[in-house]
């Protein structure tokens, strides 16, 4: 495939538009955890309180927080918005990857094939959905390394001036951001060994961005010493300072954890490609920007890291779009016959293995939430039982997703006033959780299970559903009814769910039989038979267990003909041999279940 200047914009639109896709789609996967509930806790008020809280009270910088509380303003407090806010941000990043990619490298491709490869890549996905700043981190690092870029072509103090404006920014999105400015000074020292004039230039450019940043520069020494104090006292301290309780130690396995996450999981195609791009492009200088943006970054932050507590892959996300334009210049030195075809069995091979580098253990309260808002029902009640209500993220996904009809509790007895019980536990191992959890079963037994509880975490909700009935009507003295959930009506078919509990087994098997009637009394369609329990298991009537709840799933499906309107649902209860129908007490040999309209 030949690209002409004048069309490639088009395809890297293409490109662009198919990343942000995905991730857009993404989003409905990806569950929150628990920075990303500080995050909306932190901007919950005024924009005065979320500065003030990011200054005395956490270790962040303040312009992504405050940005993200005037996205707030504009689109609510919503979990898929807040996530779009940062495809925002990658969407501009990557119309930026595109213009480095073919104004450095004097070729369109590198462009597209970037954009192409972040698509796919594991490291820049997870982070670039975050609710944190790193989508932003990732725009910033970007853009800074593009007016770095036209500061070292231009050589005048206009373009250095526009570059420290973006350091500046930087220290204001995020400190580790640092990290890119120190890739830049390497590349600078060692690679293009600058003229005093050049040295002036970027001098009063990192002036310029101090300048700017010094009104801050007091808080990021209360902000240091109060980190200081805080990990020292719950004994998380590790090195002269930093955040030991969220920063990893500088390890061959954290190196090998970090490969994997920038490759996807397959280091051996990524580092192949790596080595084409530096074999035939090692000696071009901008090659060299590019790959201190990739490795000197790391490779800066994890030495500073044994001194300084101040390494997480997250922290560093920026350095994926170094690396991602390294292999988009190996893919460029590919013989043009298989370029395209090598993208795309790379983007296939990428998105097979993308899912292995995801951590496992983010639970989906959304999901589980949203599952029983959509099938809540007034008066429902949750139970609440070593639910990990001490949690954040907990308390902000069920303030958002479940519905206020639902009353919540911890107290067993006030659950048992209900009919339904959303029994919720984040332990379902504990002791005290089976004991509460065996007590209900035999009055209330599982309708549905929502969640898990598996090797990586565990968070279980189970609807338990009491009879509709208090007392039972009884056929013959020998069969308890204990009333009937119309499930569903369609012009098709009527589902009910017939509950049934016996003290004592009958002493014969009895059929059953529900019956559609039209308003002339004339009967329109039945469904007779043992109990159904649950739809797959066939219970017949003197196999009943004592005082067990049978619940008797029926389909009653309807004639073609069948008009719409009013129709009366039937009960009744026989000898399947002789006919003879089980009376109840008022003398009647049926029970009219409900009237039900068919549409």
Not at 519 to 540: F, M, R
Request: aromatic fraction near 16%; hydrophobic fraction near 50%.
């Amino acid at each position: 495939m030949v690209l002409k200047s004048k069309s490639a914009w088009l395809f890297g639109l293409v490109f662009v538009f198919a990343v942000v896709a995905f991730h857009v789609d993404s989003i409905q996967y990806r569950f929150m955890r628990d920075d990303e509930e500080i995050a909306f806790r932190t901007t919950s008020k005024d924009l005065s309180y979320t500065v003030w809280y990011q200054a005395m009270q956490d270790v962040h910088a303040p312009v992504w927080f405050s940005s993200f509380w005037l996205w707030q303003q504009f689109v609510g407090t919503n979990e898929f918005t807040a996530r779009v806010y940062s495809v925002l941000a990658t969407t501009i990043t990557l119309a930026l990857v595109y213009q480095i990619g073919r104004t450095w490298f004097k070729s369109s491709r590198v462009g597209l094939f970037a954009i192409a490869v972040l698509g796919v890549n594991a490291y820049f996905f997870t982070y670039a959905l975050e609710i944190r700043p790193y989508a932003v981190n990732m725009l910033i690092a970007t853009l800074s390394m593009w007016c770095f870029g036209r500061w070292l072509k231009r050589c005048t103090f206009a373009t250095a001036l526009v570059y420290g404006l973006t350091v500046a920014w930087m220290l204001y999105q995020h400190y580790f951001l640092m990290f890119l400015v120190a890739a830049q000074f390497l590349y600078l020292l060692f690679i293009v060994r600058p003229s005093f004039k050049m040295l002036q230039q970027i001098a009063a450019a990192w002036l310029l961005a101090f300048l700017l940043w010094s009104p801050w520069f007091p808080i990021l020494i209360h902000q240091i010493r109060t980190l200081i104090a805080i990990e020292s006292s719950f004994g998380n301290a590790r090195g002269a300072a930093g955040i030991g309780s969220t920063t990893e130690s500088t390890t061959i396995t954290g190196v090998v954890s970090l490969l994997n996450l920038m490759t996807s999981g397959q280091p051996g195609l990524y580092l192949l490609l790596f080595a084409v791009g530096f074999i035939y492009s090692g000696r071009q200088k901008r090659y060299w920007l590019i790959l201190m943006w990739a490795l000197a970054v790391p490779l800066v932050a994890l030495l500073v890291n044994f001194v300084f507590s101040v390494y997480t892959p997250r922290y560093i996300t920026y350095l994926s779009i170094g690396f991602a334009l390294a292999i988009a210049v190996g893919f460029s030195v590919l013989p043009r016959r298989i370029q395209w075809l090598g993208l795309v069995a790379f983007a296939a091979v990428s998105l097979w293995s993308l899912p292995s580098q995801f951590g496992l253990n983010r639970i989906p309260h959304r999901a589980i939430y949203q599952d029983i808002a959509q099938s809540a029902q007034a008066g429902d009640v949750m139970l609440l039982d070593n639910a990990d209500m001490e949690n954040n993220v907990v308390l902000w996904q069920m303030m958002h997703y479940i519905p206020s009809s639902i009353t919540f509790t911890r107290d067993i007895n006030q659950a048992q006033t209900a009919r339904r019980i959303w029994f919720t536990t984040a332990d379902w191992f504990d002791e005290a959780v089976q004991v509460d959890f065996k007590h209900l079963e035999p009055d209330y037994p599982v309708q549905r299970v929502l969640g898990d509880c598996n090797r990586y975490w565990c968070y279980l909700v189970q609807l338990m559903v009491a009879p509709p009935f208090k007392t039972p009507v009884v056929f013959g003295e020998q069969m308890p009814f204990w009333g009937a959930d119309v499930e569903a009506v369609t012009h098709d078919t009527v589902d009910v769910h017939l509950w049934w509990r016996a003290a004592q087994p009958p002493k014969q098997n009895y059929s059953i039989g529900l019956h559609l009637l039209d308003a002339a009394g004339n009967l329109v369609a039945q469904i007779d038979g043992p109990i159904s329990h649950y739809g797959h298991e066939s219970v017949d009537t003197a196999a009943m267990q004592p005082d067990k709840i049978y619940i008797d799933y029926r389909t009653l499906n309807l004639p073609d003909s069948i008009t719409a309107g009013d129709y009366q649902l039937e009960l009744i209860v026989y000898d399947w041999q002789t006919g003879e129908r089980l009376l109840l007490a008022d003398g009647n040999d049926h029970l009219v279940i409900e009237q039900v309209q068919v549409p």
